[in-house]
């Protein structure tokens, strides 16, 4: 049981260069998120999908898209880089349902993003 | 605002020595307040939910307590293998079955041997 994985976990881009993030988990969850952490800023929801075909913008979507491929996998695409993306971005995932119980979200091990 | 603010910023404690994070929120009504830990380079790691004043956990050396306004992250006896940033966040009830969450900036905690 692998939890939640990311690739790539390291890359350096030039600014507007393109890129996809990879995310997916095999705990059968329905909710996958897409966070950033950067210093004196703490996480930072980017998008979120509450269930396979949904998808929704969180506090800071500009410059991000996102794709919900089928319950396992959520990606991230940054369309044209800019040295303002450089960060940590984490992949997360929680069970879903209607319960509090179902809250509690598993991350991976991030993708550590450098925007020159 | 909603908000969730962590103290301290950062604490340094000797192996054996016990304290306690601190985590205050305002938010419209809690539906969960989570406790995590960061270890540098890693995602973080959920470590407890608490959804009632008066709810306690324990793990270990960690006891995390709640009351309406806030949270307590009990160390005892902390060993240097405890060091990490641990983040507190909660789910407001206005934001019903939508999992968005509100994040403090963490506590950095580093146990000296």
């Known amino acids: 049981n692998a939890g939640v994985t990311q690739t790539p976990k390291f890359q350096v881009l030039k600014t507007g260069q393109s890129m996809t993030l990879q995310c997916a988990q095999d705990m059968n969850h329905n909710s996958m998120y897409w966070y950033r952490q950067d210093p004196g800023m703490g996480l930072r929801l980017i998008y979120y999908s509450a269930s396979e075909g949904t998808t929704d913008k969180g506090e800071v979507p500009n410059g991000y898209n996102v794709s919900r491929l089928n319950k396992r996998e959520f990606s991230l695409r940054l369309e044209s880089a800019a040295p303002s993306q450089t960060s940590v971005y984490f992949c997360a995932s929680s069970g879903g349902g209607t319960g509090v119980a179902y809250n509690e979200q598993f991350f991976g091990p991030g993708t550590r993003l450098t925007v020159l | 605002e909603d908000q969730v603010t962590q103290s301290p910023e950062a604490l340094r404690l000797q192996e054996g020595e016990s304290s306690s994070l601190n985590c205050s929120y305002t938010v419209s009504g809690l539906r969960g307040l989570f406790w995590y830990r960061q270890d540098p380079g890693k995602g973080p790691e959920f470590l407890f939910t608490l959804y009632s004043a008066g709810e306690e956990k324990e793990k270990e050396r960690l006891k995390a307590t709640l009351t309406k306004k806030e949270s307590f992250l009990h160390i005892t006896a902390p060993k240097p293998e405890d060091s990490a940033t641990y983040l507190c966040?909660?789910?407001?009830?206005?934001?019903?079955?939508?999992?968005?969450?509100?994040w403090g900036l963490g506590t950095s905690l580093a146990v000296n041997p």
């Open positions: 966040a909660v789910h407001p009830a206005y934001a019903g079955n939508n999992r968005k969450l509100i």
